[in-house]
């Protein structure tokens, strides 16, 4: 095969797939066994948006773990870039529900930590750490400590963070659910704002209907647990999304159908 015709293999191949994944807790057939996830199976496209929609307890985060190599799967198996996960991946970029930074480092210093653990930690990380912290509008606070910052704030450097080793994938566990609301919808932007420069693909977990909207390329609407793909919902919103996206008919189409598939929408209603 010529170079060229790989290539053009190559990019058109997912860029990470789901195969098959199931995971149970417990011993196999115990009492106290829990089947997390049964027969999950789906492509995610370079440079997308995927939505993990679903009741609490479904099994999205134990989902984000086994991609990020975390959890292992029970049966089935994550492939990256063709690459099976077996591990930890250093190419992946994690953000969790609560900003977990460290309080006696400064900001920045919060943000630099994954480049200290890599060995990577020289001055042109450093550099890149005040430009993200710059895109996310905290250059005033590098030097201050987390206890100085809203969990608005606090989030936007936990996202700094997961960015600091320019990860292909970002992985994020309903990372603004406890925010207030103007926050959140705020955040909501500066995320669109960092794929569109950054052409991350991303994998963002919630229970918002409007949020898996907003967001998405395509949203994986679960059903209560075990967790299984109900649904797979195209978003077809354009970009950029914006206040007026929220107000549209085609959102609040969408958001009926996700709700309809969570079964929190009755079809005729
Ligand atoms: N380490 C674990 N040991 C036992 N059960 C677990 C473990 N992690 C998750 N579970 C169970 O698996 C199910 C899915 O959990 P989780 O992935 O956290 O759901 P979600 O993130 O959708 O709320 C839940 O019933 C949870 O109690
Ligand atoms: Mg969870």
Redesign the pocket.
């Known amino acids: 095969m010529s170079a060229a015709i790989a290539s053009a293999t190559t990019a058109a191949e997912p860029f990470a797939r789901i195969l098959g994944v199931g995971k149970s807790?417990?011993e196999p057939r115990g009492r106290f066994q829990?089947i997390?996830l049964q027969a999950v199976e789906y492509d995610i496209a370079q440079g997308e948006l995927v939505a993990l929609l679903?009741p609490?307890?479904?099994?999205?985060?134990?989902?984000l773990n086994i991609i990020a190599g975390l959890t292992t799967a029970s049966v089935g198996h994550v492939e990256i870039r063709g690459r099976r996960v077996t591990g930890p991946a250093e190419d992946v970029g994690f953000v969790f529900q609560t900003p977990n930074l460290m309080p006696w480092r400064t900001v920045l210093a919060n943000v630099m930590f994954p480049m200290e653990i890599l060995g990577r930690a020289g001055p042109a990380a450093k550099a890149r750490a005040r430009d993200l912290l710059a895109m996310v509008g905290l250059s005033a606070f590098v030097d201050q400590r987390p206890m100085a910052l809203s969990g608005g704030m606090k989030q936007r450097v936990a996202l700094c963070r997961a960015l600091i080793h320019e990860p292909s994938m970002l992985l994020m566990d309903e990372p603004f659910g406890a925010l207030d609301e103007l926050t959140r919808m705020e955040m909501h932007d500066l995320l669109l704002d960092i794929r569109r420069m950054s052409a991350t693909t991303v994998v963002f977990?919630t229970h918002s209907i409007s949020e898996a909207v907003y967001l998405a390329d395509d949203i994986l609407v679960f059903s209560a647990?075990p967790?299984r793909i109900t649904q797979r919902i195209r978003v077809t919103l354009p970009y950029p999304r914006s206040a007026a996206t929220r107000y549209s008919a085609a959102f609040t189409q969408l958001e009926r159908q996700a709700g309809t598939a969570l079964g929190v929408v009755h079809p005729d209603a």
Request: charged share 10%; glycine share 32%.
């Open positions: 807790f417990g829990t997390a679903g609490s307890g479904c099994g999205k985060t134990t989902l977990v647990r967790g």
